[in-house]
């Protein structure tokens, strides 16, 4: 069961995530530390900090996860295309490329599915994750923009850029693993802040938890045991 997960294989699902506009430096200097301390699988940075935490995890556990056009995904497809390649450049392990929204919802899924296509393309065998905001749409829409991110070559579905109208919660997550099966992994992310958020999610059918408040999770996850 998800429930009895220790601090340790927990932490091995966790994407530490740091993406404020206003972190310095310093912030993600502690971040990286933090997250090699905890074992956690990767932290999600924005492309600026990429160079600078790729140094700073050399040798370590923990991947870096950079985001690109985030948070609205507006960006034009070779924007993505460049700012993914500058990426893995930087020392990114993964990318993740936040999904046009509303060419989605214009009904234009063939350019959605080519743009994703595009950015697995540029960076030549390095992880590319899509990120969408789910809150922006129906069940049967987030089943079918999942299914196109799987079909361009996208390894896994974040539910939720932080920025939404409300936030994700586990039937979200169980209704996309319904539909989708094991076509692409499901990241669940938003609001989640505590050990019973986490869980919840990971038993609704989630492979990996976007949090900025891993610290405080795993604590909680290793006084429980």
């Not at 989708?180 to 492979?207: H, P, Q, Y």
Request: glycine share 8%; aromatic share 4%; charged share 20%.
């Amino acid at each position: 069961m998800t429930t009895r997960l220790s601090a340790i294989p927990l932490a091995r699902r966790v994407d530490y995530t740091l993406i404020r506009p206003d972190a310095t430096e310093n912030d993600l200097r502690a971040l990286c530390h933090e997250a090699t301390r905890l074992g956690v699988r990767v932290i999600s940075v924005n492309p600026v900090w990429a160079a600078f935490c790729a140094r700073l995890l050399e040798g370590t556990r923990t991947g870096l996860d950079v985001y690109i056009a985030y948070p609205l995904g507006a960006a034009t497809a070779r924007i993505k295309m460049e700012e993914a390649r500058e990426a893995v450049t930087s020392g990114a392990t993964e990318v993740s490329i936040t999904v046009n929204m509303g060419a989605f919802l214009s009904g234009y899924f063939d350019y959605v599915e080519k743009e994703i296509s595009a950015v697995v393309r540029a960076v030549n065998g390095i992880p590319v994750k899509a990120i969408a905001e789910t809150s922006l749409l129906t069940t049967d829409q987030a089943a079918r923009l999942a299914g196109l991110c799987a079909q361009a070559g996208a390894i896994q579905f974040q539910v939720a850029t932080g920025f939404g109208r409300s936030v994700p919660d586990p039937a979200t997550i169980a209704d996309l693993r319904g539909n989708l099966g094991n076509r692409i992994l499901i990241k669940a992310a938003g609001g989640i802040r505590t050990l019973a958020d986490a869980l919840s999610m990971l038993e609704a059918g989630a492979a990996v938890i976007g949090t900025s408040s891993a610290a405080a999770i795993l604590a909680e996850a290793a006084d429980s045991q």
